[in-house]
């Protein structure tokens, strides 16, 4: 509801994009595909852990995750890596959002639009989410320059 008012009262012309046939196969080429563009080094053990803990889960996660919702058309995978960054910030998913930090770095995403990406978090986040958000960019910077 919320998403079509903005639209209506902002005259913004919205069209969504035609869904896909359900390809398993596809989606799973597509999903290891950028999951290994975000995580690159680290791909193969966080794969390996996930695969260790609930192996249908590293499989979900791949065809449902990276494959159908991250990799399917309308943004570029900058720009989702960054919605990504924003949203976790907000929630307060400091684990994850240390790796999605790292991976929108790692997709070509500019160091100063992540941190304005956090921004975010000052508005729709819990107490101190900004702040927690910061710390975690300060390391993955800092990580990334040692």
């Known amino acids: 509801m919320t998403f079509n008012r903005v639209v209506s009262d902002n005259n913004i012309e919205f069209t969504p994009p035609a869904p896909e046939e359900y390809d398993v196969h596809e989606f799973f080429l597509r999903g290891e595909k950028l999951c290994r563009a975000v995580y690159t080094t680290v791909y193969e053990p966080m794969r390996e852990k996930m ?3 609930i192996p249908h889960l590293d ?5 449902e995750g990276y494959g159908k919702t991250l990799s399917r058309n309308g943004l570029d995978t900058v720009t989702r890596e ?4 924003a949203t976790l910030a907000s929630c307060g998913w400091r684990r994850q959002l240390y790796s999605h ?3 929108a770095i790692n997709v070509g995403s500019h160091p100063l639009a992540i941190k304005d990406a956090l921004i975010c978090s000052l508005y729709c986040g819990f107490d101190n989410s900004y702040n927690n958000a910061l710390s975690v960019y300060e ?7 040692e």
């Open 82 to 85: 960054l919605v990504i960054v």
């Open 139 to 145: 390391q993955v910077v800092t990580s990334l320059s």
């Open 101 to 103: 930090i790292r991976g």
């Open 51 to 53: 695969s260790a803990v």
């Open 59 to 63: 499989e979900w996660m791949i065809v």
